[in-house]
């Protein structure tokens, strides 16, 4: 989209740095989303960030718009206030695993089931960082930590699984140390309309070092990861020799030229498709049977939130017989003293 408003990376950079732990995933993100906020072609003056509580959410200190500390958990609903009283508002909710999936669970999967046109980056370290090294809703189970000194015994949460639940219709993933990555898909988000979710897998070097690089390390992050792209081939591997098929109920990873596997065998991405069945498969897949899904994986269309209310305020006001605060004061049964 054109840039009409003449607005570059250096308009969302601050004076002062980023206090985050050196080497923290969320310098990467916030470079990234200042580079993608120029080619969205939004004005800088309508750019809201919301955040509640954890290492993401300092976010909105460090990035040169408008912005908004809430409370742990409750991002969400300050997000969604903001975009109905301003629909014209480009507004973004900057939350972590523990922000949005424990104390902020409820707030987290309305949002996404109302879909108002928010942009949702979801930090995802598997820890709750800021509070020094409890396990979140997202660790994996049988992880030492803080918290669980013998191993968590609970089932974690996947955010796209939760999303699809949610009836989220826009869902993508990336992994913080891929900034070209992250400015793609970010921008495709900020276009999309509707509730935008994207998990950015983030390290987190101080309590959880290293819990993504199974797929991010340059040995083997070409086979463990699949880059999605809608109407391409779901091919991965560094010569993208491998690839998706689907058997029955599941998905197989093939190798084009074996066993008589053609590259038109492949499935082909469809982000667009309102059935969110292959979407579900997608965001489940797991090592070290089937390479993790990244990229946009979900971005059908759908009515907004906040249209459909000022299209049912503006209805009801060409009949209500209240038009005013003053109307509804004196409409109904009144008495004098």
């Known amino acids: 989209m054109e840039n009409n408003f003449n607005i570059s990376i250096q308009d969302f950079k601050m004076d002062k740095p980023a206090r985050w732990c050196p080497g923290c995933g969320g310098h990467a993100v916030l470079a990234a989303i200042q580079r993608a ?22 976010f909105p200190y460090y990035i040169n718009t408008y912005g908004f500390h809430g409370l742990h958990g409750r991002g969400a609903a300050i997000a969604t206030g903001i975009k109905l009283a301003n629909p014209e508002l480009s507004v973004w909710l900057v939350t972590g695993d523990g922000d949005s999936m424990a104390i902020g669970g409820n707030h987290f999967i309305h949002l996404l089931r109302r879909n108002l046109d928010i942009k949702i980056l979801l930090f995802n370290n598997k820890i709750y960082g800021l509070t020094k090294g409890q396990y979140s809703p997202t660790t994996p189970k049988g992880s030492v930590t803080k918290s669980s000194p013998y191993g968590t015994i609970e089932e974690p949460f996947l955010p796209g699984e939760l999303a699809m639940g949610a009836q989220g219709n826009f869902f993508a993933r990336v992994v ?20 935008a979710l994207i998990e950015v897998l983030q390290n987190c070097v101080i309590f959880n070092d290293d819990i993504h690089a199974e797929i991010t390390s340059k040995e083997s992050r070409d086979e463990n990861q699949i880059y999605l792209q809608h109407g391409k081939p779901m091919l991965f591997g560094k010569n993208k020799e491998l690839g998706l098929i689907q058997e029955g109920t599941r998905f197989k990873v093939v190798k084009v030229g074996e066993n008589g596997i053609r590259l038109e065998d492949i499935l082909v991405h469809d982000a667009l498709d309102h059935d969110d069945t292959k979407d579900y498969m997608l965001v489940r897949m797991s090592r070290p049977h089937f390479p993790i899904a990244m990229g946009v994986i979900r971005a059908c269309k759908s009515e907004v939130y906040e249209d459909m209310l000022y299209d049912q305020m503006n209805t009801i006001r060409q009949t209500s017989k209240i038009q005013c605060v003053d109307d509804l004061l004196t409409g109904g049964n009144t008495f004098s003293i």
Do not use: W, Y
């Not at 309508?46 to 959410?57: D, E, P, Y």
């Not at 913080?176 to 509730?195: C, N, S, W």
């Open 176 to 195: 913080d140390t891929d900034l070209e990555m992250m400015k793609q898909v970010f921008i495709q988000a900020a276009r999309h309309k509707g509730t």
């Open 37 to 58: 906020l120029p080619e969205t072609g939004v004005d800088k003056n309508k750019v809201v960030f919301v955040s509640g509580i954890g290492c993401s959410s300092r």
